[in-house]
């Protein structure tokens, strides 16, 4: 079956970067673009952006654009989100999802990574 | 970019009675050329990820109880529950991923009464 895993929790200081791994099975890695999206503690849903993991072209929600770089490595199926000047603002579960058979709608969600921004 | 709102915020319904969720968007997520409407449902439990219920705001998603089923067009969307179960305590979110950056609602938390 389709699953997606992620990479262990974090804790970082103020002004560091984070990168978080997601490993899909189950499916062929290039044939379906991967989400990010985030979640701050006890708050809502945040989209961050997708890659296509065939092309390696992202694309990121203006809120992270400065700041977010997502990618990938054919070679071990693993995609990437690194979130670089971090805030305690960033403390968050992060999601990788993988895009939908038919649309880009969030299909199947990682377990999620806990991000802690604190110094 | 496309506001998503939810109602109610929250909503506490009796165990096998129908739950309704109502997400409106800022501008229409109706594609003329397909006639789709770009609009997901997601039910998130307490310590989970969340979970794809409906896309194409009205196509259940394999293995999702039929129980559960999304309706509207254009910029008024719900999800409705028919027979509330105590499996189904969550937090409810609408998706619109009709244009980018693809955002969701605030969320409905559904309770039992």
């Known amino acids: 079956q389709v699953q997606m895993v992620q990479s262990g929790a974090e804790v970082k200081k103020p002004g560091a970067s984070v990168k978080v791994s997601c490993k899909p099975s189950?499916?062929?890695?290039?044939?379906?673009?991967v989400h990010w999206v985030r979640q701050a503690p006890g708050q809502g849903l945040e989209w961050m952006g997708w890659?296509?993991?065939?092309?390696?072209?992202?694309s990121y929600a203006q809120n992270f654009q400065s700041r977010v770089t997502m990618t990938r490595d054919t070679s071990i199926s693993t995609v990437y989100m690194e979130l670089s000047r971090l805030t305690s603002d960033d403390t968050a579960f992060y999601y990788c999802a993988r895009n939908g058979v038919s649309g880009d709608y969030a299909s199947v969600w990682g377990q999620g990574t806990l991000v802690t921004v604190s110094s | 970019d496309i506001v998503m709102t939810q109602s109610p915020d929250s909503l506490a319904v009796s165990l096998s009675e129908r739950a309704t969720i109502n997400c409106k968007s800022s501008q229409s997520v109706l594609y003329s050329s397909d006639n789709k409407n770009y609009l997901a449902w997601f039910q998130q439990k307490a310590g989970q990820p969340p979970k794809l219920l409906i896309y194409?705001?009205?196509t259940r998603e394999s293995g999702v109880p039929d129980r559960f089923s999304g309706s509207g067009s254009g910029t008024d969307f719900t999800l409705t529950i028919s027979s509330l179960q105590a499996e189904d305590v969550a937090v409810y979110y609408c998706q619109q991923y009709f244009d980018s950056p693809y955002t969701f609602g605030q969320g409905t938390k559904l309770e039992i009464k």
């Open positions: 189950g499916y062929t890695f290039t044939g379906y673009y």
């Open positions: 194409w705001a009205s």
């Open positions: 890659i296509d993991p065939y092309s390696g072209e992202a």
